[in-house]
């Protein structure tokens, strides 16, 4: 990695901390608080702009589209991210969804800087990743995963306007398991099947008491912030979602490029299925209106917890197969 390509990553990953501690900040400072707003959602833009340039000069660098193993596609899930919030306040006029975005970006920058110094160095592709396929299947996949997150924070945000702060904390505490389990995953030697309970067993009880306690509401819900979060969520799955179905179908034309067939029902194929399939459901719900708000905000944070395991559990938690990036120690 050359040192513009790493000052401007790390100016990056400083800008979504920085712009992190100013979206909470603001929330304590009544009368400074739209200002404040303004200040981390430039600072976040300033961000983007240069994970932008280092991205492109990445590519430069390695002579090649730069995309291909999982620190880059790190910095890709940070950048779509952080642009996909951007377009969402300038759409929207929000500022809430801010902290929880950059909070996200932070979290994969500190991710991919804890990978081995293999994978931040450039170096050549293995023999199965050099075709044209590259950069046509996977970067709609990683900017669906970020569109699936920012319709999974905005549920949350859904969840604390309407006043279900019970399901809201349980979601939280699932999420932050699940999380942890793909830490531990990745960087120790734990017991996989322990991490496996730990992620696919309570994110099925997290999100499943969430649900059954909907019911329970707090006084002071604002109505109006709920429904537009809603609506942000609806908007960020009906983007991502054709990505990933793009996705889906140009991985199947590779595979049969490759090896001669469209689908070998490998782990993560079948787990970007079953997500597809999730945001197919909330799309149906959704459309047809049978299900309140609130229920679709829960599915949205299944959908979000099942985008992980598709992008980081399946390498993480030991399922391997084809797509597997393997354990770090």
Known sequence: ????????????????????????????????????????????????????????ARGIDAQRFPLSNLYESLLWFAWATMGGYLALASAYGIRQLGWLAALTAATMFLYGSWLPQSQHDITPLVPALVSYWRQIHVPPLIVSYAGFFLAGLSALLQLWHSRRLVSLWLCIATIAASLLAVALGTYTSV???????????????????????LPKVAANANEKLAETYDDVSYRCVAIAFPLLTIGIITGGLWANH??????????????????????????????HRECSAEKLSIVAVAGLLLTLLTYLGFNALGFSGLHSYGRFK
Request: charged fraction near 10%; proline fraction near 1%; glycine fraction near 8%.
């Open 1 to 56: 990695m050359s040192e513009l390509q790493l000052a401007l990553t790390n100016t990056a990953g400083i800008s979504s901390v920085a712009s992190f501690w100013v979206f909470v900040a603001s929330n304590g400072v009544r009368r400074w608080k739209e200002v404040m707003l303004k200040t981390a959602s430039i600072v976040m833009a300033v961000g983007f702009v240069s994970l932008t340039i280092a991205i492109v």
């Open 191 to 213: 017991e996989t099947g322990w991490l496996q309970a730990l992620f696919i067993g309570g994110s099925l009880a997290g999100t499943v008491v969430a649900w059954l306690k």
């Open 258 to 287: 490759a090896w001669g067939s469209y689908w070998s029902w490998d782990p993560k194929e079948n787990m970007a299925l079953v997500t597809w399939l999730s945001y197919a459901a909330y799309i149906h719900l959704r459309i």
